[in-house]
Protein backbone atom coordinates (compact mmCIF):
# COMPACT_ATOMS: atom_id res chain seq x y z
CA UNK A 1 0.00 0.00 0.00
CA UNK A 2 1.53 3.23 -1.29
CA UNK A 3 -0.21 6.24 0.32
CA UNK A 4 0.67 10.20 -0.52
CA UNK A 5 -0.78 12.57 1.14
CA UNK A 6 -0.62 16.10 -1.52
CA UNK A 7 -2.55 19.34 -2.55
CA UNK A 8 -5.49 18.79 -5.45
CA UNK A 9 -4.10 19.01 -8.47
CA UNK A 10 -6.07 19.96 -11.71
CA UNK A 11 -5.59 16.37 -13.42
CA UNK A 12 -7.27 15.31 -10.40
CA UNK A 13 -10.58 16.56 -11.41
CA UNK A 14 -12.60 13.64 -12.53
CA UNK A 15 -11.41 11.53 -9.35
CA UNK A 16 -12.10 14.61 -6.72
CA UNK A 17 -15.93 14.83 -8.48
CA UNK A 18 -16.54 11.14 -7.60
CA UNK A 19 -15.68 11.11 -4.27
CA UNK A 20 -17.78 14.67 -3.87
CA UNK A 21 -20.73 12.96 -5.27
CA UNK A 22 -20.49 9.96 -2.88
CA UNK A 23 -20.02 12.62 0.36
CA UNK A 24 -23.04 14.61 -0.94
CA UNK A 25 -24.69 11.42 -0.94
CA UNK A 26 -23.46 10.40 2.44
CA UNK A 27 -24.88 13.38 4.28
CA UNK A 28 -28.13 12.98 1.89
CA UNK A 29 -27.85 16.65 0.16
CA UNK A 30 -27.80 18.03 -3.17
CA UNK A 31 -25.40 20.86 -4.52
CA UNK A 32 -26.31 22.69 -7.58
CA UNK A 33 -23.91 22.07 -10.28
CA UNK A 34 -23.00 25.68 -10.49
CA UNK A 35 -21.33 25.17 -6.20
CA UNK A 36 -19.92 22.15 -7.11
CA UNK A 37 -18.16 23.72 -10.25
CA UNK A 38 -17.34 27.20 -8.24
CA UNK A 39 -15.72 24.91 -5.24
CA UNK A 40 -13.59 23.31 -7.47
CA UNK A 41 -12.44 26.56 -9.55
CA UNK A 42 -11.97 27.75 -5.68
CA UNK A 43 -9.51 24.71 -4.98
CA UNK A 44 -6.83 25.16 -7.68
CA UNK A 45 -6.86 29.49 -7.69
CA UNK A 46 -4.46 30.17 -5.59
CA UNK A 47 -5.78 33.38 -4.51
CA UNK A 48 -8.59 31.31 -2.60
CA UNK A 49 -8.15 30.48 0.51
CA UNK A 50 -9.92 27.29 -0.19
CA UNK A 51 -7.71 24.56 -0.04
CA UNK A 52 -8.07 20.46 -0.71
CA UNK A 53 -5.24 18.24 0.21
CA UNK A 54 -6.07 14.59 -1.21
CA UNK A 55 -5.09 11.30 -0.44
CA UNK A 56 -3.86 8.94 -3.23
CA UNK A 57 -3.63 5.47 -2.39
CA UNK A 58 -1.71 3.31 -4.90
CA UNK A 59 -2.26 5.54 -7.43
CA UNK A 60 -5.77 6.94 -7.05
CA UNK A 61 -7.49 9.18 -5.30
CA UNK A 62 -9.17 8.03 -1.95
CA UNK A 63 -9.86 10.79 -0.05
CA UNK A 64 -9.81 14.96 0.40
CA UNK A 65 -9.76 16.78 2.80
CA UNK A 66 -11.28 20.71 2.13
CA UNK A 67 -10.06 23.28 4.43
CA UNK A 68 -9.54 27.27 4.84
CA UNK A 69 -7.74 29.71 6.84
CA UNK A 70 -9.18 33.08 8.33
CA UNK A 71 -8.56 35.78 10.99
CA UNK A 72 -9.82 35.48 14.61
CA UNK A 73 -10.65 37.84 17.22
CA UNK A 74 -9.18 35.84 19.80
CA UNK A 75 -5.63 34.98 18.81
CA UNK A 76 -2.67 36.90 16.67
CA UNK A 77 -3.03 34.49 14.03
CA UNK A 78 -5.26 32.82 11.36
CA UNK A 79 -7.57 29.85 12.37
CA UNK A 80 -8.08 26.49 10.17
CA UNK A 81 -11.10 25.45 9.53
CA UNK A 82 -11.69 21.52 7.88
CA UNK A 83 -14.99 22.02 6.12
CA UNK A 84 -15.22 18.64 4.64
CA UNK A 85 -12.94 15.30 5.07
CA UNK A 86 -14.18 12.63 3.09
CA UNK A 87 -12.53 8.97 2.70
CA UNK A 88 -14.24 6.27 -0.29
CA UNK A 89 -16.00 4.06 1.19
CA UNK A 90 -14.48 1.37 -0.08
CA UNK A 91 -11.16 2.20 1.45
CA UNK A 92 -12.18 3.35 5.08
CA UNK A 93 -10.28 1.20 7.39
CA UNK A 94 -6.88 1.37 5.82
CA UNK A 95 -6.42 5.00 8.10
CA UNK A 96 -7.33 7.53 5.05
CA UNK A 97 -8.64 9.47 6.97
CA UNK A 98 -6.54 9.88 10.01
CA UNK A 99 -3.45 10.37 7.29
CA UNK A 100 -5.93 13.40 6.19
CA UNK A 101 -6.28 14.67 9.69
CA UNK A 102 -2.51 14.48 10.75
CA UNK A 103 -1.14 16.11 7.33
CA UNK A 104 -3.49 19.05 8.75
CA UNK A 105 -2.32 19.44 11.92
CA UNK A 106 1.11 19.22 10.16
CA UNK A 107 0.70 21.80 7.80
CA UNK A 108 -1.55 23.55 10.29
CA UNK A 109 1.60 23.48 12.80
CA UNK A 110 4.38 24.41 9.90
CA UNK A 111 2.54 27.24 8.92
CA UNK A 112 1.80 28.58 12.40
CA UNK A 113 -2.19 28.69 12.69
CA UNK A 114 -3.29 28.61 15.90
CA UNK A 115 -6.07 26.44 15.93
CA UNK A 116 -7.63 23.76 13.44
CA UNK A 117 -11.59 22.91 14.39
CA UNK A 118 -14.07 21.30 12.35
CA UNK A 119 -17.52 19.68 13.09
CA UNK A 120 -19.41 16.18 12.03
CA UNK A 121 -22.93 15.50 12.52
CA UNK A 122 -23.82 14.11 15.58
CA UNK A 123 -25.02 10.80 14.26
CA UNK A 124 -21.33 10.37 12.79
CA UNK A 125 -19.91 7.59 15.29
CA UNK A 126 -17.21 6.65 12.86
CA UNK A 127 -16.34 9.73 12.05
CA UNK A 128 -16.89 10.76 16.04
CA UNK A 129 -14.74 8.28 16.96
CA UNK A 130 -11.62 9.20 14.68
CA UNK A 131 -12.12 12.69 15.88
CA UNK A 132 -12.49 12.44 19.64
CA UNK A 133 -8.68 10.55 19.35
CA UNK A 134 -7.60 14.08 18.86
CA UNK A 135 -9.59 16.48 21.16
CA UNK A 136 -12.43 16.01 23.10
CA UNK A 137 -15.77 18.06 22.17
CA UNK A 138 -15.36 21.13 23.07
CA UNK A 139 -19.44 21.84 24.00
CA UNK A 140 -20.06 24.20 21.75
CA UNK A 141 -23.45 24.17 19.70
CA UNK A 142 -23.68 24.94 15.83
CA UNK A 143 -26.19 27.48 14.57
CA UNK A 144 -26.24 27.98 11.08
CA UNK A 145 -28.68 30.08 9.39
CA UNK A 146 -29.98 29.59 5.49
CA UNK A 147 -30.09 33.38 4.16
CA UNK A 148 -30.67 31.71 0.94
CA UNK A 149 -33.82 30.58 2.64
CA UNK A 150 -34.65 34.00 4.65
CA UNK A 151 -34.43 36.03 1.30
CA UNK A 152 -36.56 34.09 -0.49
CA UNK A 153 -39.07 34.28 2.36
CA UNK A 154 -39.19 37.84 1.79
Known amino acids: MTLEIRTAERSDEAHWRRLWTDYLAFYKVDVPAEVTD ?14 CRVAVL ?5 GFAIHFTH ?17 DEAKRGAGLGRALLDDLVALAERSG ?27 HVRYRMDLRRRRAAT
Not at 41 to 50: G, T, V
Not at 58 to 62: E, Q, R, T, V
Not at 71 to 87: A, G, R
Open 38 to 51: KTWARILDAASPLT
Open 71 to 87: PSTWVMTDDCYLEDLYV
Open 113 to 139: WARLYWHTDESNHRARKLYDSYVEVDG
Open 58 to 62: DGGLA
